[in-house]
């Protein structure tokens, strides 16, 4: 019993193969092999395209492990100056103010 569906399993997968290559068989015999040449020089660019992008994908992930933690402090620097800046500009207003009146 189980080696007769082994054999409609195997069967089943020839003629989904054969329908496959049926449909695009076509596609494939209007390929033109001389236009598909590759050059050195293309295979040569297209690895170091991907490396860029290798290295560029990498630069991300280092980048915030080495500068964020650093502008955290820097932020929280700046935030101090300004709110320094802005009580010392309230308090200007308030002699400002007071001295009019």
């Known amino acids: 019993m189980i080696v007769y569906v082994l054999w409609l399993i195997i ?3 020839v003629f989904g193969i054969g329908r496959i290559l049926w449909r ?3 596609l494939v ?3 033109r092999t001389e236009t598909l040449s590759v050059t050195p020089d293309q295979v040569k660019k297209k690895m170091l395209a991907k490396r860029l992008e290798r290295k560029l ?4 992930s280092w980048s915030k492990a080495t ?3 650093n ?3 820097f932020k929280k620097t700046f935030q101090n100056l ?3 800046i802005m009580n010392l500009e309230e308090q200007y207003r308030r002699r400002l103010f007071s001295q009019k009146f």
Not at 57 to 60: A, D, E, R, S
């Open 24 to 26: 695009h068989l076509p």
């Open 67 to 69: 500068i964020w933690p």
């Open 11 to 13: 069967v089943i997968c």
């Open 29 to 31: 015999t209007r390929l």
């Open 57 to 60: 994908g990498t630069l991300g």
């Open 82 to 84: 300004l709110s320094s």
């Open 71 to 73: 502008l955290g402090s």
